[in-house]
């Protein structure tokens, strides 16, 4: 999930070309980058953990820097998991694009048709509006965080229709089709589109059609559990009281505040597994899979992938956030991915992370 403001992968993939030189100083004998270096550099720069995992073929590279938790000395966890945010629906846009190869939905059927009453004038918005951002709904998340990003309600358990109601709310900026707005509510709108085609809920969905048979074991859809299970670095926000900049800790909340557009926990493995089997065609067929690569007018986004231009060519994938955040990407041909989770705190990491996936990827 991702609040609106937040830069985007795509958007911060922009700068990578600069700082492809300064990545390919960092290399470790032999000429591989030192992709280590790397990772402590998104610690130097602001976070207090990062790992990543990087695949080039049947070649790994697993690292972690930084500690899983202010004050202590435990490291953080290279088989770490975390919520993956907004990455998640590069997840419900399989989902979706699979039943459309399965003949049980069209991109051009509107919201209207399966979730009547839901939106006003849904009628006009289409499949592929949702999984594009095309379709005007606004941001239910706006007013759901403090001035620091900090859930006003932590612990409440929301419906994915109280979510759509709040964005309801909201006056519309745009019209459907008239341009790229970038909004959460798209994919909550998706999940219960889901559940309505399938009769089963897009958790379900997901488990079946993508993390069982790809052995994604260490990934799963929470519900309203606030935990991260099995090990694990902690994510912060800071917080200006009476003058000082405090950390406040937001590994747990309800995601049920996320739902179908920023739900998921994973790791770094599972995330490239994940890309690699989308891009090698092991989850969607040809035409969709060409239909999810399709940018539009938006110039930087598909349906369901953000696409992040590199100095070797087009990187395809997600970011996410808020408190974890997350970038996940692959070659277009899914022979190399790189997925980085870091927690950050103060400064910029994330230029140093950039670094990281132009060196990943660009070999």
Known sequence: MKARGTRTAVVAALT????????AADAA?????????LLDRVVA?????????VRDGDKVWRGASGRARLGAARPAPVDGRFRIGSVTKSFTATVVLQLVGEGRLSLSDSVERWLPGLVDRGAGITVRHLLQHTSGLPEYTTGMMDRWGVPRQRYRTWSARELVARAEALPRRLAPGAGFDYSNTNYIVLGL????????????EIGKRILRPLGLRHTHLPGASPAVPGPHAHAYVPVTRKGKVV???LTRFDPTMAGAAG???????????FYRALFQGGLL???????????????EYGLGLEAGPLPCGTAWGHG?????????????DGSRQVALSMTPLSGDPEQAALALLTAALCR
Do not use: C, H, W
Request: hydrophobic share 40%; aromatic share 6%.
């Open 16 to 23: 990578l070309s600069i700082l492809a030189a300064s990545a």
């Open 29 to 37: 004998p032999g000429g591989e980058p030192d992709f280590q270096a």
């Open 45 to 53: 720069g602001g976070a207090v953990a990062a790992i990543a995992e």
């Open 193 to 204: 589109l889901i559940e309505r085609v399938t009769g089963g809920s897009y958790a379900a």
């Open 247 to 249: 950390p406040v800790d």
């Open 263 to 273: 739900e998921i926990i994973s790791t770094t493995a599972d995330l490239n597994r």
């Open 285 to 299: 067929r040809p035409a969709q899979l060409k239909e999810m690569k399709d940018l539009g007018r938006t110039e």
């Open 320 to 332: 996410g956030g808020p408190f974890y955040k997350t970038v996940a990407f692959s070659s277009a």
